[in-house]
Structures are given as structure tokens and as C-alpha cells.
């Protein structure tokens, strides 16, 4: 979840902006006498991300910067309407034409950054906000907020905690400082700290789903599992189609032992417009936990997880287990030798495949998937926890992913 981009100068709005209804015009028109300089190119602009023409407005952009006399208003209104549509590179140079023509805005530097964060070039974010010539106080929480931002992508946790606290204290209004700051501290395994912020947070946003989600993941992982569940169910209600909060309930629930519960919440939520990828696993665990004979289930729900999360070394050695209660021990072998590649360091997978090795009399690969097995198993991280969490921090902003541009 990228910060916010700060559509004017601080505490005002653009003036005369037009609406993207308004502002349109036809390809090849012309702009009309006294109109303020890029108008016309502006309103192209406008018009094709309106159309999702991708292709014409990067022409139109590089139409537009080569227009003298560009307003500050004018190209701060065009740079955020290129990233709400992700076009990143774009938005980049506008901002940068801003930061030429009119130095002494602040939201051109802020927004640049955060642009060029989006575009995974933290360094460069870094440099843009040490650029800015001066700050008020309320620029300044800003731009402390953003450093800490991209320190966290730069995993600098410890400058990252420093900065994001700064900032939510100056401004805990702010929805993105709370989240990050929470996010921060989960990162940092201080999870009584993330509750307090995500709490405080959530008073100035009670219907948040994200801070809903991050105090979730929070009470989870410091072990208030039912109060995470409660939350869960809360975040639900307000928001029903919020596939991960579904994702968390259901994995707390499953934790918890109650399993026909995670079953059935699990199925609620692959029902949901975009189910969370996670959702088809627990779904898949939860039955065979409950020792269902419905295979083909299980089966599809495998490999839609297989399909859309990477290297889950998990949803191999649950398909192993469905593949073995169907007596196909040849698949469940291959499927466990998978699970093992997609996650080396996963020891109930190394000790099932000794199992097999063993029961096939392959004895060489048994004393080693064995060897392997007894150097991980005091190793007591939980491997579902872990890699939930790790899916959690990537959908709250907290890890990192390198943004594609279409």
C-alpha cells in the first residue's frame, strides 16, 4: 500500500483544476486563446487514461514537457493522475519538470519520491527528499513519513521505526502512518507495540480494512488468537468481500483446532470476488484435517495455490498427503520432492519423503532425506505462520515487490 500523493501544496487544493469530464477534448483540437500553457496537452492526457489508452498518453506526455510556462498546478494534477494509473516513469518526469520550473514546491520532490519508490529506486526516493530546500512542520512530519517508508523497503527497520514513530506522532490521523508504523513493528516481531498502533490508528479510522488487517495479524502472531478472530469477524462485517481478512480468520481458526469453522469460512471466502490466494490452502488443510474423502477438491484447491503463490513448498506436501489417502504413492513421492525444492528448510516434508524413500527401498535417498530432516526439525519455527505472515506484510506494504508498469 503506497503513501498518499499530496495533490497540492499543503493545505490547499489545486486551483481551477478541471474534472476529467470537462477537461477532455477531441483528438487533434486545439487549445482555446488564453488558455493556461500544456492545457491542451493536458486534457489529451486526461482524456486517454480516461479511454485506458496507454500508448497515446505517453505521447501526449512527452507533448506536454515540451510545452514552456507549465504551471505547478497543472503538472502536479497530471503527475498523480499517471500514478493512479501506474504509470510510474511517466509521473516521474513530470514531477521532475515540476522540481525544474517551480523549486520551492514541496509536493513536487514528495511526490517525485514517492514515485520513484513505486518504481523500486528507493536510493533515488531517498535523494529526491533530501533535495527539498525547506519545510514547514507539517511538510517536515511528511517527509519524515516517507523516509521511513522507504527505509522500510530498504529493510533499515531500525532508522524505519525511528522515522515512522516521528511521524505518527506528529500526525496519528494519518491512515498510512499508523499502518506503516505497524507494519514496521510487525517486521521487527514487537507485536504488542503493532497492536497499540494499529488501536490507536483505528480510532481515527474505524473502517479501515488494512488497519483492520494489520491489528489482526498482530494479535495473531502475539498470541491473542481469539481476539484476532474477533477482529477479524468485526472487519468482516464492515467489509465483507476483504478476501485476506477471511484468509486470517479462517488460519486462526484452523490454529485454534476449530476446524469445521475454518472449513466453512475458508469456502465463504473463494466465493469472494478476488479470493486471497492463501484462502485455497487453508481450505484444502482444514478438509483434510477433518479426514474428507472429497479428492478433487482438495486437488484443485492445491493447484490453484500452487498457481498463484510462490514456491509454496506447503501446498506440495499437503498435495503429497491427498495423493497418499488415495493410495498414489508414486505422486505423493514426486509431490514431496517438489516441496522440498520449493522450501528446503520445510522438515515435515523431509520426513515424509524418508517415510516413502524407505517404503520403496530406495535406502540411499532415505538416510539422506532423513540426515536433512533431523538437522531441521529443532528448528521450531512454524512454517504456516511464517509464510502468513510474510503474505500479510507484502499486502499491507511492508515487503517489497517490484512494480510492473503496463
Not at 487549445?31 to 500553457?37: I, K, Y
Not at 486470517?248 to 470476488?273: C, H, N, T, W
Request: proline content about 5%; glycine content about 6%; some cysteine.
Amino acid at each position: 500500500m503506497l503513501p498518499t500523493v499530496m495533490e497540492a501544496r499543503i493545505g490547499r487544493k489545486p486551483q481551477g483544476a478541471p474534472t476529467r469530464q470537462n477537461a477532455a477534448i477531441e483528438f487533434g483540437g486545439k487549445a482555446e486563446s488564453g488558455q493556461a500553457p500544456g492545457t491542451h496537452w493536458a486534457n489529451q492526457i486526461e482524456s486517454a487514461l480516461a479511454k485506458g489508452d496507454l500508448a497515446a498518453t505517453r505521447r501526449f506526455v512527452s507533448s506536454f514537457l515540451e510545452e514552456p510556462g507549465l504551471a505547478a498546478d497543472t503538472l502536479l494534477r497530471i503527475g498523480i493522475s499517471l500514478t493512479q494509473h501506474d504509470l510510474y516513469s511517466e509521473a516521474s518526469a513530470v514531477f521532475e519538470r515540476c522540481i525544474k520550473d517551480h523549486p520551492e514546491v514541496f509536493e513536487g520532490y514528495y511526490n517525485l519520491s514517492l514515485a520513484q519508490l513505486a518504481l523500486q529506486r528507493p536510493q533515488d526516493a531517498l535523494a529526491s527528499l533530501a533535495r527539498i530546500p525547506h519545510t514547514s512542520p507539517p511538510e517536515e512530519v511528511a517527509r519524515t513519513y516517507l523516509r521511513g517508508k522507504i527505509e522500510l523497503a530498504l529493510q533499515r527497520d531500525a532508522e524505519a521505526e525511528r522515522d515512522l514513530s516521528m511521524a505518527f506522532k506528529g500526525a496519528p490521523q494519518e491512515e498510512n502512518f499508523g499502518l506503516d508504523l505497524g507494519t514496521c513493528y510487525i517486521r521487527e516481531q514487537k507485536y504488542q507495540p503493532a497492536v497499540e498502533v494499529f488501536q490507536r490508528a483505528l480510532g481515527f479510522h474505524k473502517n479501515s480494512p488494512f488497519l483492520g488487517l494489520g491489528l489482526a495479524l498482530a494479535q495473531y502472531l502475539g498470541g491473542l488468537v481469539d481476539e484476532s478472530i474477533e477482529t477479524c469477524g468485526g472487519l468482516l462485517s464492515a467489509h465483507p468481500d476483504f478476501s485476506p481478512a477471511r484468509v486470517m480468520m479462517a488460519f486462526a481458526l484452523y490454529i485454534r483446532g476449530r476446524i469445521v469453522e475454518a472449513a466453512k469460512v475458508s469456502a465463504q471466502g473463494l466465493s469472494d470476488p478476488r479470493p486471497f490466494p492463501y484462502l485455497y490452502y487453508i481450505h484444502a488443510v482444514s478438509l483434510l484435517k477433518l479426514q474428507s474423502d472429497d479428492y478433487d477438491t482438495m486437488e484443485n484447491d492445491l493447484a490453484q495455490a500452487i498457481r498463484e503463490i510462490p514456491r509454496c513448498g506447503l501446498c506440495y506436501l499437503s498435495l503429497s498427503k491427498v495423493h497418499q489417502r488415495k493410495g498414489d504413492m508414486a505422486t505423493a513421492t514426486v509431490d514431496l520432492e517438489k516441496a522440498v525444492a520449493q522450501d528446503p528448510a520445510l522438515s515435515e516434508a523431509w520426513y515424509n519423503l524418508a517415510k516413502v524413500y524407505e517404503k520403496a527401498g530406495r535406502n540411499d535417498e532415505t538416510q539422506i532425506a532423513r540426515k536433512r530432516f533431523e538437522e531441521l526439525k529443532e528448528n521450531k519455527a512454524n512454517r504456516e505462520t511464517e509464510i502468513l505472515r510474510n503474505e500479510f506484510l507484502k499486502a499491507l506494504g511492508g515487503e517489497s515487490s517490484p512494480k510492473q508498469e503496463p
